[in-house]
Nanobody, 124 residues
């Protein structure tokens, strides 16, 4: 069984920064693709960023490209999301997830293990 716990969310003003962390238990973490997703009130969960097992490849959604940076530390079983130049539309519950199948995929349905999320609120 794999457990994921996110932290680092909070309230920040527009233009500010936050760094999200996700720490996992279990061996599945090191060998697999990790993703960050978000869900705003009344909207479906959407892809934010993904990183491969050896920190490559990396992909971002168009809405965060150039502002967010995903990274991982396999020795710590951790994945991070550095979020800069935050906008009110980035407000959402952010969750990390593991895809245990080979390859890089961004669809929500491909991810088997999920954390409960950390809330990010960006004020204008």
């Amino acid at each position: 069984q794999v457990h994921l716990v996110e932290s680092g969310g909070g309230l920040v003003q527009s233009g500010g920064s936050l760094r999200l962390s996700c720490v996992a238990s279990g061996d599945a973490f090191r060998m697999n693709t990790l993703g960050w997703f978000r869900q705003a009130p009344g909207k479906e969960r959407e892809f934010v960023a993904v990183i491969g097992a050896n920190s490559r490849p990396i992909y971002y959604s168009d809405s965060v490209k150039g502002r967010f940076t995903i990274s991982r530390d396999n020795a710590k079983n951790a994945v991070y999301l550095q979020m800069d130049s935050l906008k009110p539309e980035d407000t959402a519950l952010y969750s990390c997830a593991i895809d245990i199948d080979p390859g890089i995929r961004i669809g929500v349905q491909h991810y088997e293990y999920w954390g409960r999320g950390t809330q990010v609120t960006v004020s204008s």
